[in-house]
């Protein structure tokens, strides 16, 4: 005798794979899950590691500045230094003109002249004196003008004096220091 089945297996068949279906569904959707979690934790992982990674740039950026302000600091105090060292170089190289200097009125000061007083700046000189006569401050200045240490001497004020029976002139010049082409060679050397 044949056997027919009459239980309805295609509708079984129909449920086991819609099962099937759901059972991989669900498997997919909890993978997914798993994925996307550890998707996220990895990121929040690169995200900690990069805000670590930028702290430290940031501490280490405010030592670099500190340490760049430190320089600029060191900076302005060697150029302070090599600025008193010029100035005092300058000075060790001029120390030997203001004997030069002195000589030379020692050398071209006329008798009769009298110094009251000399002020330099830089290289402008102001003389002040006593001459017994206009002529003898004219040959101070002739002479101050052909010295090789002084040059444009102009006079500023000329003023007669009497004091009972001698007459005296109270003058004030102006001339300009200038160095000698010999010397500045010969302090080069």
Same mark, same amino acid.
């Given at each position: 005798?044949?056997?027919?089945? =009459?239980?309805?297996?295609?509708?079984?068949? $129909?449920?086991?794979? *819609?099962?099937?279906?759901?059972?991989?569904?669900?498997?997919?959707?909890?993978?997914?899950?798993?994925?996307?979690?550890?998707? &996220?934790? &990895?990121?929040?992982? =690169?995200?900690?590691? *990069?805000?670590?990674?930028?702290?430290? #740039?940031?501490? %280490?950026?405010?030592?670099?500045?500190?340490?760049?302000? !430190?320089?600029?600091?060191?900076?302005?105090?060697?150029?302070? #230094? #090599?600025?008193?060292?010029d100035v005092i170089q300058q000075l060790q190289t001029r120390r030997p !003109?203001?004997?030069? =200097?002195?000589?030379?009125?020692?050398?071209?000061?006329? %008798?009769?002249?009298? #110094?009251?007083?000399?002020?330099?700046?830089?290289?402008?000189?102001?003389?002040?004196?006593?001459?017994?006569?206009?002529?003898?401050?004219?040959?101070?200045?002739? $002479?101050?003008? %052909?010295?090789?240490?002084?040059?444009?001497?102009?006079?500023?004020?000329?003023?007669?004096?009497?004091?009972?029976?001698? $007459?005296?002139?109270?003058?004030?010049?102006?001339?300009?220091?200038?160095?000698?082409?010999?010397?500045?060679? %010969?302090?080069?050397?």
């Amino acid at each position: 005798m044949t056997r027919i089945n =009459l239980l309805p297996w295609r509708e079984r068949q $129909r449920k086991e794979l *819609q099962r099937q279906f759901i059972s991989i569904a669900g498997g997919a959707v909890i993978l997914m899950g798993a994925i996307i979690f550890y998707v &996220h934790l &990895h990121m929040a992982s =690169l995200i900690d590691a *990069q805000s670590a990674r930028n702290g430290f #740039l940031n501490k %280490e950026i405010a030592l670099v500045e500190e340490k760049i302000k !430190e320089i600029k600091g060191l900076e302005s105090e060697k150029q302070n #230094l #090599l600025t008193r060292m010029d100035v005092i170089q300058q000075l060790q190289t001029r120390r030997p !003109e203001i004997v030069h =200097l002195f000589d030379e009125f020692v050398r071209n000061v006329p %008798e009769g002249v009298y #110094l009251t007083g000399i002020t330099q700046n830089a290289t402008a000189i102001k003389i002040t004196g006593v001459a017994q006569s206009n002529a003898t401050v004219s040959t101070f200045m002739r $002479r101050l003008d %052909e010295s090789e240490w002084f040059s444009n001497p102009s006079l500023e004020v000329i003023k007669a004096n009497l004091k009972g029976r001698i $007459r005296t002139s109270t003058f004030t010049l102006n001339v300009n220091q200038t160095v000698p082409v010999e010397e500045t060679t %010969e302090e080069g050397a």
